[in-house]
């Protein structure tokens, strides 16, 4: 079985700020980490790759070369290679316009049976680029996925977290597949995994090398626009409610309350 799992480098704090211009992400001087969420999507298949002879796992990023650390951290975990989409002209992609040039990576390393892909990225909390991808290569999605089996005929069935309970769904492969942290519990890469990463070799891969016309991706590439940035103010107009008297203090709340139809 021959799995992809993709994987985003994202901001390691909360304190994101956007470019009031171009509508882009300011990554520059931020400290970076793999995306939280993805770790389940990596632990799901090295856990199937464990469970399948000559299995193998590809973790697939797009990012600047600086994103080779996450992928490493794939491999700690138990990924066989990673693979870096790296171009300038990748810059600003829009989700579908990422989808894009991820589809185009993942064709040009071969068909894969199974990919898999954490639920959202923390920096942009769409949940847009697994499906996207998948409508690219024409495949099926499941999405909220919280566990995966492989059944006798080679079918896989997997349970969908859907509102109000539970979905079975069995479907054939080729298929991609996002999972919930309910999935599993990811683990700490030990001392051969860590040092395997070390020394293991990262395939980077431009636009020329996957075929991606640079007109399909990076801002210009990309259908969606950021027309306006704001930070929201918060403001506090509060109240002050005293009395020698704590229970006209009370009352004077009860009052306000009443006043403000809230009781």
């Given amino acids: 079985m021959k799995m992809a799992v993709l994987v985003k480098q994202v901001p390691a704090t909360e304190n994101i700020k956007i470019d009031p211009v171009t509508g882009v992400m300011q990554r520059d001087n931020l400290q970076s980490e793999l995306n939280p969420l993805d770790t389940y999507a990596v632990e799901q298949a090295v856990r199937m790759k464990?469970?399948?002879?000559?299995?193998?796992?590809?973790?697939?990023?797009?990012?600047?070369?600086?994103?080779?650390?996450?992928?490493?951290?794939a491999i700690a975990m138990g990924c066989d290679e990673g693979v870096l989409l790296s171009d300038r002209a990748f810059a600003g992609s829009d989700t579908w316009a990422t989808a894009h040039v991820l589809s185009?990576?993942?064709?040009?390393?071969?068909?894969?049976?199974?990919?898999?892909?954490?639920?959202?990225?923390?920096?942009?909390?769409?949940?847009?680029v697994g499906p996207c991808v998948a409508v690219q290569l024409n495949i099926p999605v499941l999405t909220f996925v919280s566990e995966v089996k492989i059944e006798e005929d080679g079918k896989i069935l997997a349970t969908r977290s859907v509102e109000g309970g539970y979905e079975l769904v069995?479907?054939?492969?080729?298929?991609?597949?996002?999972?919930?942290?309910?999935?599993?519990?990811?683990?700490?890469?030990?001392?051969?995994?860590?040092?395997?990463?070390?020394?293991?070799?990262i395939k980077i891969m431009t636009a020329q090398d996957i075929g991606v016309d640079k007109a399909d991706c990076g801002l210009e590439g990309s259908p969606t626009r950021?027309?306006?940035?704001?930070?929201?103010?918060?403001?506090?107009n509060g109240e002050v409610f005293s009395d020698s008297d704590p229970e006209k203090a009370a009352q004077k709340i009860v009052d306000f309350l009443k006043e403000k139809n809230i009781l």
């Fill in 226 to 236: 950021v027309s306006k940035v704001f930070y929201p103010k918060l403001t506090r």
């Fill in 104 to 128: 185009k990576g993942l064709q040009k390393l071969g068909d894969f049976d199974i990919i898999f892909a954490g639920e959202r990225a923390t920096d942009g909390e769409t949940g847009q």
């Fill in 50 to 73: 464990k469970n399948f002879q000559q299995s193998t796992v590809t973790a697939v990023s797009m990012g600047i070369p600086a994103a080779q650390s996450i992928l490493r951290q």
């Fill in 170 to 201: 069995r479907v054939s492969s080729p298929v991609l597949i996002s999972v919930v942290k309910e999935i599993n519990e990811p683990w700490i890469p030990d001392y051969n995994g860590m040092m395997k990463s070390r020394s293991a070799s």
